[in-house]
């Protein structure tokens, strides 16, 4: 049984910092692209990142470019999201996913399974 445990959200103060870890298993963690997904009230879920099998390969949303960074151990079976300058749209739950290598996962496509979310709330 495949699960993917987030942790790492909470409260944070618009500027700050927050560093998220999925934690996978029931799967063989290093053939699966992985992802970063969040849904804020009312609106409709949306791709923030994405990393390769291998971890070389990354892509970001354009509204966290340059802020977010997502990185894998795969020792670890072990997903991460840096995030940094936070604002205060960037509250949502965020969910981590594994895609399989054939998908189109870098277009934020083909996740098969899905974590259970970790709220992130960044205050003004």
């Not at 029931?26 to 879920?45: C, D, H, I, N, V």
């Not at 340059?66 to 205060?88: C, E, H, W």
């Not at 399974?113 to 709330?121: A, D, N």
Request: with cysteine; net charge positive.
């Amino acid at each position: 049984q495949v699960q993917l445990v987030e942790s790492g959200g909470g409260l944070v103060q618009a500027g700050g910092s927050l560093r998220l870890s999925c934690a996978a298993s029931g799967l063989t963690f290093s053939s699966y692209a992985m992802g970063w997904f969040r849904q804020a009230p009312g609106k409709e879920r949306e791709f923030v990142a994405a990393i390769g099998w291998n971890g070389i390969i990354t892509y970001y949303a354009n509204s966290v470019k340059g802020r977010f960074t997502i990185s894998r151990d795969n020792a670890k079976n072990t997903v991460y999201l840096q995030m940094n300058s936070l604002k205060p749209e960037d509250t949502a739950v965020y969910y981590c996913a594994a895609a399989t290598r054939d998908s189109s996962w870098y277009r934020g496509l083909g996740y098969l399974h899905w974590g259970q979310g970790t709220q992130v709330t960044v205050s003004s």
